[in-house]
């Protein structure tokens, strides 16, 4: 059995299914695969067998992409499985941000002294809110969470800016036509009301809002960060709420600089933590892992690119290589010299890296040893798989 290493709770769901499909969980042989979620493997071994590693969730910021992607390791995460669990906390969030929730519920629970007295109506008036209906929200970043936030938000009442210079014609489209799309980031900050921030911690985006940024908000506004701690500059914005320059904040990331601050609530990091987001997370981390460890096919990786095609022949061999001139040609000479017949060849690159997935009928098991260690020596081939359709 295949054995799969797991760090953090994983859903049943998940673990079931791998159960289900002849694999073994934390088994005592080395792994060839590890699903996690926000264990952080930076500073881990990874053993020389693991093939794939996938994050039951969105962020991938705990893994080490670039170095893993050099070994062959593919990496892959769960674009949308917790989307509408963090919706729903932002939305949450929200109201927590126009109304003094938390205190209240202090107030009326306050059993010092006993004093029921504290809790009638003539005390309650330092609870009174604002409405969401008619302010602004700012959106940064209308991915799988940020367009799910700003659909939802115009339920609300509430008016919607959105900035996001990554969105494609695949993704534009989940965007309500009611949202304006803001040219800059700094649009977005001058005009809002409550600003949320819905991007991935990538080097780009460490301290993506700083003090500069946080300068622009209007000084009654309010700033949620659901996004991963790191994004929002913590200290900055602790001094823009000591100096009246920014109301609130909200974030799911704890940080000691935050701890004890009336304008700040912090929650520890469950935005995706709802039975629903954690089992189809579980269950679409299993698949993609399993697919990929007996088919090739790789879905949702985030350092190799996308190629999911039916198993139609007895076998494949997947190639993962660089992404530089001339492999193709190199692959196919390969396997021409040594009289290997290619019933069909896919190839595609992202960024630094290409895949290329061979598909056979007839390899003898000569041909197969020699793809095996032969193929690995052409220069720039990273790692070759060779897989077996079981049902031919
Ligand atoms: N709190 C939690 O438990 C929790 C749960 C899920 C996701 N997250 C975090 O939220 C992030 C977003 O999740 P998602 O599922 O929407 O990811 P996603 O990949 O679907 O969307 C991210 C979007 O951000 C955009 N973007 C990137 N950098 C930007 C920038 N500088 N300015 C504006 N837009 C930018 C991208 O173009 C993309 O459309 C994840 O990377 C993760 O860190 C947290
Ligand atoms: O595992 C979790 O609960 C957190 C998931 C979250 O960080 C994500 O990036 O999807």
Redesign the pocket.
């Known amino acids: 059995m295949t054995n799969i290493k797991t760090y953090n709770a994983i859903s049943s769901k998940g673990l079931d299914y791998l159960k289900a499909h002849h694999y073994e969980i934390n088994g005592n042989d080395a792994p060839k695969g590890i699903l996690l979620r926000s264990q952080n493997l930076h500073d881990e071994p990874i053993d020389d067998n693991v093939r794939a590693i996938v994050r039951a ?5 705990n893994i080490p992409v670039e170095e893993l992607s050099k070994r062959g390791i593919a990496i892959f995460n769960t ?2 499985g ?2 509408n ?2 919706k729903e ?1 932002t939305i949450a969030s929200l109201v927590l941000a126009a109304r003094p929730v938390v205190g209240a519920i202090q107030f009326a629970n306050d059993t010092r002294g006993g004093d029921v007295s504290l809790r009638t109506e003539s005390n309650k008036g330092g609870y009174r809110g604002t409405e969401l209906a008619g302010k602004k929200l700012g959106v ?8 799910k936030v700003a659909n939802t938000a115009l339920a609300l009442d509430m008016d919607v800016i959105g ?5 494609n014609a695949n ?1 534009a489209w989940r965007v309500d036509r009611h949202i304006v799309h803001a040219r800059s ?1 700094e649009e977005v900050l001058e005009q809002a009301d409550y600003v949320t921030v ?5 080097e ?2 460490r301290y ?1 809002i700083d003090a500069d940024k946080l300068h622009l908000m209007k000084p009654t506004a309010a700033l949620l960060n ?3 701690g790191g994004i929002v500059d913590d200290e900055a914005a602790k001094e823009a709420l000591d100096n009246d320059q920014l109301r609130v904040y909200i974030t ?2 704890a940080d000691s600089v935050l701890f004890d601050n009336p304008k700040v609530i912090i929650t520890p ?5 709802t039975i629903e987001a954690e089992d189809t997370s579980a269950l679409m981390a299993a698949r993609q892992l399993d697919e990929y460890l007996t088919t090739g096919n790789i879905v949702n990786s985030v350092n190799y690119p996308d190629i999911n095609e039916p198993f139609t022949t007895k076998y494949r061999v997947g190639i993962i290589h660089e992404n530089v001139p001339n492999m193709l040609g190199q692959i196919s000479k390969f396997f021409g010299d040594h009289n290997i017949n290619i019933e069909q060849l896919s190839n595609r690159a992202v960024g630094n890296y290409a895949y290329t997935m061979v598909a056979i009928n007839d390899f003898t098991e000569e041909q197969q040893e020699l793809v095996k260690t032969a193929l690995d020596e052409i220069p720039h081939v990273i790692l070759t798989r060779r897989y077996v359709n079981p049902r031919i």
């Open positions: 969730g969105a962020g991938f910021n674009p949308g917790n989307a669990a963090v906390l940064i970043g209308l991915g799988n969470v940020g367009s900035y996001d210079p990554g969105l993704t980031v819905h991007i991935p911690l990538e780009k985006n993506f659901l996004s991963r799911d990331f990091h469950i935005g995706g933590s």
